[in-house]
């Protein structure tokens, strides 16, 4: 079990048997009275935001997740099916669980799948991929501001923002956690 004073960003926990992540928390020591501890909540099945207040003494039970390494084999409409690399088992997720990972996944990808009591609920893709650029608009000469950017349009379907000198069929290496661009690749 937690205390309140374990309370920080990213600690997974269990409310009302669903899991939630700690976004933003804040220890509070009034004047008066005791202390408590503000959290801000996500459901990590449907995405809800939930606001508590825990008196210090407060426990808050873990959340058992697993982390389980998966193949991205192929989307057909809004399913997204991946395959277990050592067992061979597959799984089917939907669109609202994949979430913004549907950003950066390829076929063929390892990815991260995490289960909440042997059901899975969400895609972790890895820190960084390299996608090849399949729009962009070409860069005008002159148009040479240090820092600046033009939208791309990337093979899965993404748009970010990328330096001028990016063209169309380059390959380009991703962060996949803040979704900005980090170099060209040579493929």
Known sequence: MYETSDIRKNLKVV?????????DFQHVKPG???AFTRTRLKNMITGAV????????ER??????????????YKEGDRYHF??????????LDAEHVGDAANWITENLSVKI???REQPIGVT???????????????????????????AKL????????????????????????GEYLRRVAR
Do not use: C
């Open 125 to 151: 893709p890895p820190n960084f991929v390299e996608l090849e650029v399949i729009e962009s608009d070409p860069g005008v000469k002159g148009d040479t501001a240090t820092g600046a950017t033009k939208p």
């Open 155 to 178: 093979s899965t379907g993404a748009s970010i923002m990328v330096p001028l000198f990016v063209k169309q069929g380059d390959w380009l290496q991703i962060d996949t956690r803040t």
């Open 32 to 34: 008066k009275g005791n």
């Open 15 to 23: 409310i009302d048997g669903a899991p939630y992540v700690v976004t």
């Open 114 to 116: 995490l289960y909440f």
């Open 60 to 73: 808050l039970e873990p959340a058992a997740l697993e982390e389980h390494d998966m193949q991205f084999l």
């Open 50 to 57: 939930l606001d508590r207040t825990y008196k210090t003494g």
């Open 83 to 92: 395959m277990n690399s050592a067992s061979y088992e597959q799984v089917e």
